[in-house]
């Protein structure tokens, strides 16, 4: 292994990483509130469910990595949109942003005052206490992009990146910074890996994420590195277009959804990338067999060599997957 690949392998340990096992790094946050007997708005709302459930769950997968991953909306409650919580349902947020002069106006939250932020920030504290060192924990921040779309809506980010670029780059600027700081505010309360979500990447073409996404990357995972963490990145849907541009952030781990090819994926990024991903959580995970689970995972597994794979579903695990699949799963990958 190079020697990135290397620090990377180093900030996954965990005490049972020399026991032969696939590091298993599932996404939980519905079907952990659900087997904690909680809502999904408990768990979005209160740091303590949220650290419980997943605690409770690591019991019984013996996954390698946590995380405080909850919901998208916790930066734009920051800057002053509110957020409406409905028990199992995803939230929605409010839309703060509509033009030029509400990005002029828009002020740099504090993510230590902000109640959202510090809940997530106090998250991350309490994993570190109940697991100690060597763990993975992942800290998690909006990526620029996506950050944008919680302010302004999806549709009009999309529309506003050709009618009004201008604009859209002023509020990614402000993005940025909140980005900067909430992840600066986990690593010191204790994460070592940062997530960065910024799913609306996939949607746009190779051009326009190199011309309003790309620097932007490039810049918040340098400062992430800068300050002692590893970055993973995660863009849901299909990212292959996507891969060369990608290439050039100095990313660490690079989450890989299922209709990406995992091959093709690790071709593009190359040696010293970690590949995180990618059964299908529905079609596979939830829904498939235990044939379906150990044949995709085979497929997986011969498709790159194993210093390079994280094994977990595209995306977030769907709250009603069987726990007997999950538990499979985590056994087929032990000494296998």
Known sequence: MNAKLIKTHKMLETPKTGDGRIYFHPILMMHAAALFGKTYADFMLDYQVLVQSNLKLLEMYDHDAVSVISDPCREASAFGAKVFFDGDNSPKCEKLIHSMEDVEHLQIPDVYTSERTLDRIKGVKLFRERLGEPFPIIGWVEGPLAEAADLCGV??????????????????????????????AQIEAGSNIIGVGDAICSQISKDMYDEFCLPLHIELFNFIHEHGAIVKLHICGNITHLLPSLKKTDLDILDIDWMVDMAEAYKEMGEDVVLCGNLDPVGVI???????????????????????????????????????????????????
């Open 286 to 336: 939830m829904s498939g067999s235990k044939d379906d689970i150990k044949n995709k995972y085979e497929e997986i597994k011969a498709s790159l060599p194993r210093e390079n794979w994280i094994m977990m579903g595209g995306c977030e695990i769907p709250r009603d997957t069987p726990v007997e699949n999950m538990k499979f799963l985590r056994t087929i990958s032990i000494n296998n």
């Open 155 to 184: 549709s009009e980010i999309l529309m506003n990146m050709i009618m009004d670029p201008d604009m859209v780059k002023a509020l990614l600027q402000k993005t940025l910074v909140v980005a900067k700081n909430f992840a600066l």
